[in-house]
């Protein structure tokens, strides 16, 4: 995607062809740093502290990692440190385990130097692979926008809600749930996105406010609890959210909030969508409110905010009493009775373990290919 017309992924090799560099995600809207990300370390805690998150994107970055650990050590014993090292990152978004599974498999079986330039470049496919299945993921979901405007008067603007930053941002380049409205947006239909601030963290409002805006796409900033009023009055059209986890049923895990969207969605029979790429998909799963791990994280994400006061700083203030204790779950689980569709990168289908399997028949009775 494009920042004021620079084309742009969210993490990359270096001209050197050593040094992986990605966007510091906790400086925007504000500021557009790029971080290196020279040791195994510099990996776990760009992903435990949020500096890349959404699940693609925290799979291709755990991929990196691993080639990077495999530096310092690339035996069998090397290999599952940076492997475990990973893993407890995050627990929600099942893409990092996925991702080092993959690199275990490319590697098994290799030693040395041909392990390690293995390791580079099946980090590279996953990047590559990730572009391709949103970009597939948007194509099926235009079919969506598409047929939402032919209902719509002549030049009428399509209006889609989207909840927390399931843009490019959170993969390595499209975006799952904003990959339909980008390809919308360049086929000439009009649309515009109703963006959650998503609290805690705001990542609507600081992450897929920014990219819309600098991919020129039309936007509104809502507060988390406005999009059921919308609905009400028909302002919405249309809801694409992402997915952290989805089991073999269609039970979703999402940023906290999608739940409550999704209830008011069914509530004014609005079509909710979630845009699941196939690594998000967890075969082994089959009751997601019961079986999902729910990461909870820090209560300074709720006490605090952070943004930027008249004189251009950054600041985090306190926005609760002192001594309030705050809860902070970060994922909430979307049953599939109030999925419409899954759009994955091989079409859309019913939120159902049917629908499901019969688009990817690899992967079922956890057997991968």
Known sequence: MKVDGTPMRTIWVAADGRTVQIIDQTKLPH???????????DVCRAIRDMLVRGAPLIGATAAYGVAIGLREDASDAGLE???????VTRPTAINLRWALDEMRRSLAGLSGSARLERAWQRAAEICDEDVAINASIGRHGLELLRAVAAGKAPGETVQVLTHCNAGWLATVDWGTATAPIYMAHEAGIKVHVWVDETRPRNQGASLTAWELGHHGVPHTVICDNTGGHLMQHAQVDICFVGTDRTTATGDVANKIGTYLEALAAHDNGVPFYVCAPSPSIDFTLSDGVAEIPIEQRAPEEVTEI?????DGSIATVQITPDGSPAGNWAFDVTPARLVTGLVTERGVTPAERQGIATLFPERVMGTCV
């Open 31 to 41: 500021r557009l740093e790029i971080v290196d990300l020279p040791r195994l370390e």
């Open 306 to 310: 952070s943004g930027r006061p008249a």
């Open 81 to 87: 440190r940076a492997c475990d090292a990973l893993a």
